[in-house]
């Protein structure tokens, strides 16, 4: 048996989240086109009979604007610093995108072997772009392998993780067979109602939310009905109001898309009582960060 740890990095948007659902066949993190959608680091683990890979999903990295920036971005390179394996991925298209300097320093004081992983080559047409754009960061990052992949489309991803498994030593299996993540389910259904929010929300409204599990409890009367307290919280009015709509009509899309893909993941009927909160610039007070959950581990 083989077993080993890989680091997922990046800058936002490039496709960590959809890789690792793409290899894990299933969803264990939320996608979205938002920007800086993942703020923690999520564990998937993709097990077959010969190996075990626990990837560890970061969230993008960026110029921190605020706290909960400066959290992610902690968060992000935390994670480089015992794994086995570091894949930095790039979008195909985004070569005109200036480099990180912290994130490129950060990597060379690692003694750690790292892929180059290429994401979106679905939608590229011009190709000696591609390849200009590929030797550029092969040099600049001193990458042990580079690949071209789709995430969203499956493309070539077989053969990366057959490379991985093959650079893995022996070890363990750190998890149970069936698991795919080790995230706890409060977590997992916090993530999934702010990923609705996400999905029916714009312009500032997306960046400004996190969603905090007031209760979650079986019911008394009906075994299979699951009862799931929430509340979203905001930072200013004018957005609570966003999130609400006219009537409650947004709230209730929010809840209504919510709860079925909840049922959906957790195989069980699901009340879910959603409330929006009003916690003034909470992503940039460490106190409030804390309270809405982003700890430093």
């Known amino acids: 048996m083989k077993s080993g740890f890989i680091a997922l990095i990046g800058h ?12 894990l066949g299933e969803k264990v993190t939320i996608t979205s086109t938002k920007p800086q959608t993942t703020r923690n680091t999520i564990r998937g683990i993709y097990t077959d009979d010969e190996a075990q890979m626990v990837f560890l999903d970061t969230p993008g ?17 935390k994670s480089l610093e015992a794994v086995d394996l570091v894949l ?17 320093e950060r990597i060379k004081q690692i003694d750690t072997p790292m892929f180059l992983i290429v994401n979106k080559i679905d939608a590229v047409r011009d190709f000696d772009r591609l390849k200009a754009y590929v030797e550029r960061l ?34 363990p299996a750190y998890y149970p067979k069936e698991w795919k993540t080790d995230q706890p389910e409060r977590f997992v259904i916090a993530e999934r109602i702010r990923e609705k929010v996400l999905e029916f929300t714009h312009e500032e409204v997306p960046h400004s939310v996190a ?35 006219k009537g409650g009509e947004m709230m209730k899309k929010i809840g209504t898309a919510a709860r079925k893909g ?14 929006c909160k009003v916690m003034r610039d909470w992503r940039h007070k ?3 960060l804390r309270h809405v959950g982003y700890k430093d581990e």
Not at 62 to 68: A, F, G, I, M, V
Not at 153 to 162: A, N, V
Not at 262 to 275: E, M, N, P, Q, T
């Open 12 to 23: 936002p948007n490039v496709g960590k989240s959809t890789f690792l659902n793409q290899v």
């Open 61 to 77: 990295i960026s110029k921190p604007k605020h706290e909960l920036g400066a959290y992610m971005r902690r968060t992000a390179f």
């Open 88 to 104: 930095l991925m790039v979008d195909a298209l985004d070569d005109k995108r200036p480099f990180d300097e912290k994130l490129l």
């Open 138 to 171: 092969k040099k600049l990052y001193d990458v042990d392998e580079a690949f071209l992949i789709s995430a969203k489309e499956g493309w070539h991803t077989d053969r990366l993780l057959s490379d991985i498994k093959d650079g893995l030593e022996e070890g």
């Open 211 to 245: 969603v905090i599990l007031e209760s979650l409890e079986t019911d008394d009367a009906h075994e299979n009905l699951l009862n799931v307290y929430a509340n979203i919280i905001v930072e200013r009015p004018s957005q609570k109001k966003i999130v609400i709509g």
């Open 262 to 275: 909840l049922a959906d993941l957790l195989g069980s009927k699901i009340y879910l009582d959603l409330h």
């Open 286 to 288: 460490q106190q409030s």
